[in-house]
């Protein structure tokens, strides 16, 4: 069985830093895309940040230049540090995975159980 474990959430005061960790563990034959969604409460969820097999990027326009997505393909492990943080800026924020297992079968999505970051004086 293949999860997903998210760990660096917490409070932190506006203007602070943050950084998200993601470790993918179990029977994982390959993983393609790599990211970050955020849900704040009775909103839907939005992509935060993503990033492809080859290291490319795509960032959310309201986290463009205060977030940054990175990647160790030799852990399976997918980090987003986030800088210069707004009250705006809570949330859950869910891991996401596109991934095969061991079974070689198609390419599926797979979340995380969610990392709750609060930005509050």
């Known amino acids: 069985q293949v999860q997903l474990v998210e760990s660096g959430g917490g409070l932190v005061q506006p203007g602070g830093s943050l950084r998200l960790s993601c470790a993918a563990s179990?029977?994982?034959?390959?993983?393609?895309?790599m990211g970050w969604y955020r849900q704040a409460p009775g909103k839907q969820r939005d992509l935060v940040a993503g990033?492809?097999?080859?290291?490319?990027?795509n960032y959310a326009d309201f986290v463009r230049g205060r977030f940054t997505i990175s990647r160790d393909k030799t852990k399976n492990t997918v980090y987003l540090q986030m800088s210069s943080l707004k009250p705006e800026d809570t949330a859950v924020y869910y891991c996401?995975?596109?991934?095969?297992?061991?079974?070689?079968?198609?390419?599926?999505?797979?979340w995380g159980q969610g990392t709750q970051v609060t930005v509050s004086s």
């Open positions: 990033i492809t097999s080859d290291s490319r990027t």
């Open positions: 179990g029977n994982i034959f390959n993983i393609n895309t």
């Open positions: 996401h995975a596109i991934l095969r297992d061991s079974t070689l079968g198609p390419n599926f999505n797979l």
